[in-house]
């Protein structure tokens, strides 16, 4: 009380200017000490704010892969329907490949048609390759090298008219009998070509292997990097008769969706290996636009 009493006579004693310098000095202080103390505040409140929108982002990523493999595991399709994807092969590499789950029939005729992008050099490679126990080649659709896309059947050659790689979006068809080995080739719903004595005589053998974007030197297997597919593909589908040209382009022109009744474009039934991705698809309207 005695230290108290000699400082606020102490303090008394001062000059007033003193006095009011000390009080103003003391006012700067403590308004410092105040912003400072708000400013902290704010960082607290701010470290607070990005740690919950951290947790809940991250909760939020872990809720949709929980969902995508519940997905997953119940077989459902990821995209909004089972179609509407697309097959990427970004890179010329001997192990990028899609393949198909359900394999064909003996047939006697069939058509295959399938939406493709690709401004691979030189050559889009193999789009897709069928093979069975002894004939890799039983069907290939390839364009290698600097040489003319071919269609094998059986190991047997027949050069196509088409030219898709343009990095452009193309609607291909090729339809084949064995009666007389009749072929035709579609691009963008027009036929640009057609031929026989391909394979005449010969029926497609079941049981083989469908790859996407590999040509096959053994049954599903023993692919050549110079040979593979680089760029996008949809709607791939395989019937066993050949279509009407009035068929061909309606569904090229995005009129009708006509799913292959051997093999149709749904998700569960096309499985991706060695980095090749699976992604939704431009709508039909979209890809025509782009030719």
């Known amino acids: 009380l005695k230290h108290q009493l000699r400082a606020n006579v102490s303090y008394a004693a001062l000059p007033n200017d003193l006095r009011e310098m000390l009080q103003r000095r003391l006012g700067d202080l403590e308004r410092q000490l105040l912003s400072k103390v708000a400013e902290l505040e704010d960082e607290k409140s701010l470290l607070h704010n990005e740690t919950s929108a951290h947790r809940q982002k991250t909760e939020t990523a872990l809720n949709a892969l929980l969902e995508r493999v519940s997905e997953l595991e119940k077989g459902n399709s990821a995209f909004k329907s089972p179609d509407e994807f697309k097959v990427s092969l970004p890179l010329r590499t001997n192990y990028l490949y899609g393949k198909i789950k359900k394999t064909l029939p003996e047939l006697y005729a069939f058509t295959v048609c399938l939406w493709l992008r690709s401004s691979a050099s030189p050559g889009i490679g193999t789009p897709f390759s069928y093979a069975v126990p002894g004939q890799a080649n039983e069907i290939v659709l390839i364009e290698w090298g600097n040489n003319p896309i071919e269609l094998l ?57 469908l790859i996407l974007g590999q040509e096959q030197d053994t049954v599903g297997g023993r692919f050549d990097a110079t ?49 090749a991705t699976k992604w939704p698809v431009e709508t039909c309207e979209e890809r025509l636009l782009d030719l």
């Open 153 to 209: 059947i059986n190991d047997k050659v027949a050069q196509l008219p088409l030219f898709i790689s343009d990095g452009k979006w193309h609607h291909i068809c090729i339809t084949w009998t064995t009666r007389d080995g009749m072929w035709e080739a579609f691009q963008d719903g027009e036929k640009l070509g057609t031929g026989e004595n391909l394979a005449p005589w010969h029926p497609i053998k079941p049981g083989g292997v």
């Open 227 to 275: 040979q593979a597919f680089v760029g996008e593909m949809s709607q791939f589908n395989i019937w066993d008769r050949v279509l009407k040209a009035e068929d061909i382009m309606n569904i090229a022109n995005c009129s009708t969706n006509m799913p292959g009744n051997i093999i149709p474009w749904v998700d569960n039934n096309v499985d991706v290996f060695g980095g």
